[in-house]
């Protein structure tokens, strides 16, 4: 029997006014949440479309944030 280890890590996103969401890593993808919200905004099978998701959901027209593993 084997198992997976996967780490479970966080990436804080960064904009222009400072922290704007994370997107988490478990067993069941990339969880991202918004700054300030009460609950997940999505989980996604890979980080890249967990990236965007959470870009799609900041205000129309914010540049691309900043992603620091944390």
């Known amino acids: 029997m084997?198992?997976?280890d996967i780490r479970h890590t966080?990436?804080?996103?960064?904009?222009?006014s400072?922290?704007?969401?994370?997107?988490r890593r478990d067993e069941r993808?990339?969880?991202?949440?918004?700054?300030?919200?009460?609950a997940?905004?999505?989980?996604y099978?890979?980080?890249?479309i967990a990236k965007?998701?959470?870009h799609a959901s900041m205000?129309?027209?914010s540049d691309w944030p900043e992603f620091r593993e944390h």
């Open 18 to 23: 400072g922290v704007v969401g994370s997107i």
């Open 40 to 43: 997940a905004a999505g989980c």
């Open 10 to 16: 966080i990436w804080v996103a960064y904009g222009r």
């Open 45 to 48: 099978p890979t980080m890249e």
């Open 29 to 38: 993808g990339f969880t991202v949440t918004m700054a300030g919200a009460q």
């Open 2 to 4: 084997s198992t997976t």
């Open 59 to 61: 205000t129309p027209g």
């Open 52 to 54: 965007n998701a959470l």
